[in-house]
């Protein structure tokens, strides 16, 4: 399990620190999570499915003002290395992300707000007497410690966690673990539904049920309504340009009339 606790540390390390350090590139997006931690688990099936089921349940979580959303990164990489190594099923494994994502996105708030503070008086300082290269080995130097930290969480998650779970998930009865399947099979409805509430607009209403007729009735694969859905986005984006370009032309053509109409009038005025 030392080499699980380990892969699983070098996955939080590579999507989280470097979804930052190459400008927020969406590596810490659970679907891309779980194709890393499988792909370095040796299970890049398990990996993707968890990736895109979490990714459902992470879709609508926004940091907005005080409020904290759970953290997907670690959550992911914890709740994939389970399911991989620690026999947890799929459904049992999405309900654990939760609160392990709530655990991490307290931790990285609690760094950010007061661990790494302590830090701000000596940047300060640094710029102040404008040392170039030491403002650089600051930043990499935080950045590496900031990210090794919340990797270190990882790894030590899996390795005292992995052993407890799976004793833990042999003890559960069997009522209770369908629970856990069902509550993670609604999760993902529950993240579109956040999503949803944010983006709701009575005018988009007929591409939803069209999306829900497709997918629920028609059986199409979610690829098909995808691809369906950008030929519509162009049609909707080639109307809209079409009609921005008539009403520009209406608006000069209106200005011209009322310049030629101001003119003539200007004339009469004269000669009268």
């Known amino acids: 399990m030392l080499t699980h606790a380990f892969l699983a540390a ?17 590596l810490e ?14 299970d890049m099936r398990i990996g993707i499915l968890m990736g895109a089921s979490l990714e ?15 953290e997907p990164v670690t959550a992911t990489v914890i709740s994939t290395t389970f399911a991989i190594t620690a026999g947890v099923s799929k459904g049992a494994a999405i309900t654990l992300a939760i609160p392990i994502g709530m655990l991490a996105a307290f931790m990285v708030m609690f760094m950010k707000n007061v661990l790494f503070n ?4 000596v940047l300060d300082k640094i710029a102040a007497e404008g040392n170039e290269h030491k403002i650089n080995a600051l930043q990499w130097g935080t950045w590496a410690f900031y990210y090794l930290i919340i990797s270190a969480v990882s790894f030590v998650g899996v390795l005292a966690g992995s052993g407890p ?3 833990f998930v042999k003890e559960i009865p069997k009522v209770v673990m369908n629970g856990l399947n069902a509550a993670g099979g609604l999760l993902p409805a529950v993240g579109f ?13 007929v591409y939803y049920l069209l999306g829900f007729v497709l997918t629920a009735y028609v059986k199409l694969p979610a690829v098909a309504v995808a691809a369906i859905g950008i030929v519509i986005c162009v049609v909707v984006a080639q109307n809209e340009m079409r009609l ?15 310049a030629h109409t101001s003119k003539e009038e200007e004339e009469e005025d004269f000669f009268s």
Do not use: E
């Open 193 to 205: 539904a956040i999503l949803m509430k944010l983006l709701w607009d009575n005018k988009l209403a």
């Open 165 to 167: 779970v799976n004793t």
């Open 56 to 70: 459902a349940v992470f879709l609508g979580n926004v940091n907005i003002g005080g409020v904290i959303s759970a």
């Open 10 to 26: 070098l996955a939080v390390f590579i999507c989280f620190g470097g979804n930052y350090l190459t400008g927020q590139s969406m």
């Open 29 to 42: 997006r659970p679907l891309v999570v779980g194709l890393v931690t499988g792909l370095l688990m040796g």
């Open 118 to 121: 302590i830090f701000a008086p």
């Open 244 to 258: 921005n370009q008539m009403q520009k032309q209406g608006v000069s053509q209106t200005n011209n009339s009322s």
